[in-house]
């Protein structure tokens, strides 16, 4: 009765909670809380309305899977989403379950609940880790020692920002908490210890995080095959396993950990897939490229073999001063170890090494390297590394055709079209991020129905994808289905029951909705309304032109009755004096 009635709407819908109360206020917000609605397709093609109880077990499920499912679920070739998001009900009925038996374990329900904080514990404390090996490795395993005033600045530091952590807690306050800390165990204990507590702490961190993962997800009670194909367990598990390594073994592995913020961000992620998604065509350009380039080597072997010259410099022995004893013309034992290693000191001016020209074309395999490295990473080609040819030579005229034809070839055509893919792939997918996003802005997730269409009517398109089409009120009335009895079912649920059963989704509205379907009935309503009243103007102004056509016959006809009564008064007086006439005698 409050949709065809907005005062009873008004009445039934319930009042907002006082600030800071969260407590339902009365039978009203109860209903409105444990209850939904949805709209289903009958089998005569008519919508239906349904009002169900939500069953208590859809509380559980956590915002992170809504958020989840709401942004990665595909479309399919007929532009729905009801299709992917309904093969997915069974994963999320399986994780309410989960989640409720995890609601009995409380510590791992606390570190589940908590797995955003770990992993953004962990994350800047890999890129803490991170710049910390970037500015000092390697490690000279001495404690620097630290100005008493600048020692007093931390302290006073440590204290001010702890202080701003208990009254106002903010992230930026903790950065600045654990930076002060960091700066003092730098100077007091060294860096290489400094590091390992860091590591330490990195490493439980990421351990917590991963046994929250697991336990949110329930990732044990499936199947082996199921764990090891879970993508987000297996880059999880690699990532404990560089914190491992790094902690154990060196600390430069730590820079792997960086990569984790590529799938933290949708742009990089976007990046790398500008290489992988056509993967295939930049794979087979590339091959092409192999191609021309071992043909233009073949080329010049057994033509331009000498003109195949490149600058070299030979490499400088590095002189270790070893602090040790040297011998009478001072040169310093050689170590046989390769960290260790001596080279006799020289006091000539001859050390400084000059280039020297090397032919770079002896055999087809120094030749197709030498094509590859100089010829593909220089601007023009392989003309900028060969010999400049002199105008009197016989094979100038071939050896400008040999360079402008790989320079046209290689350069210019199949480098370009390898970055022209990445790029035009790059587009694309930025293309389809905004198309994504505005199509789960303003298109209705189940019937697909866009904002334009609830421009002016009775329902807006946010209170209909909240009440009429709520994504997640047709995922309760799936479980619902699942938990109740078939024997207490009612006539659509039994109905819908056994659509699902045939995974048939035809009780899923396409590009309909009830309330536009009464709108429309209304607006035909009144369009009817308005015709008749046309009509009746019409008719009422044919009346009137009657009615004045009818008074002016009965004002005819009244003339002509007094005309008439008139005519006979005078006739019979007419008569007598002709009677009169003809009785007098004449004389």
Known sequence: LSRHNKELAGLLRPPSPPEGDEEPVGALDYYSRHTAQIEIVRSDRMIEQIVYPVPQICEYLTERSKHHVFK????????????????????????????????????????SNQMLLWERISMNLAVLINILVALFYPFSGTVRVIDYRLSLLVWIA??????????????????????AVIVRLFFSIGLEFTLLLLGIVNLLAKGVFLVGFIGNKGTFQYGAARILTDKDLLFHLCYFGFCVVGLCINELFYSVLLLDIVLREETLINVVRSVTRNGRSIILTALLALILVYLFSIVGFLFLKDDFLVD???????????????????????????????????????????SVKEHACETLALCILTTLNKGLRNGGGIG?????????????????????????????????????????????????KQNKEEILKNTCFICGLGRAE?????????????????????????????????????????????????????WFPRMRTLSLAVDADGESEQNDVKILHEKLDNTTKQVQALSTQLKELREQMSEQRKYKQRHTLLAPQTSLNCTLNGMIPRT
């Open 158 to 179: 440590m204290f001010i920002s702890f202080a701003l952590i208990v009254i106002f807690p903010r992230p930026s306050g903790v950065r600045t908490f654990m930076f």
């Open 384 to 432: 900028d590394v060969l010999r400049p040819p002199s105008l009197r030579e016989p094979m100038f005229v071939g050896r400008v055709v040999y360079d402008m034809l790989f320079f046209f070839i290689v350069i210019i055509i199949v480098l370009n079209l390898i970055f022209g893919v990445i790029i035009d792939t790059f587009a694309d997918l930025r293309s389809e």
């Open 72 to 111: 990665t679920t595909e479309r399919d070739e007929h532009g729905s989403k009801v299709s992917d998001f309904f093969s997915r009900s069974d994963d999320l009925f399986n994780e309410m379950q989960w989640q409720k038996k995890l609601r009995e374990n409380k510590m791992l329900f606390w570190v």
């Open 312 to 354: 070299a410099e030979p490499r400088l022995p590095r002189i270790v001063d070893s602090g040790g004893p040297s011998d009478d013309k001072g040169v310093c034992p050689v170590s046989t170890s390769w960290e260790n290693r001596y080279f006799p000191v020289q006091d000539n001016d001859n050390d400084v090494a000059e």
């Open 454 to 506: 609830f421009v002016n009517k009775v329902v807006s398109f946010d209170d209909h994808i909240k009440t009429e089409h709520n994504l997640w009120h047709y995922l309760y009335f799936i479980v619902l289905l699942r938990l109740k009895k078939r024997t207490d079912f009612t006539g659509p649920q039994s109905y819908v029951h056994e659509l699902i059963k045939q995974r048939n989704l035809e």
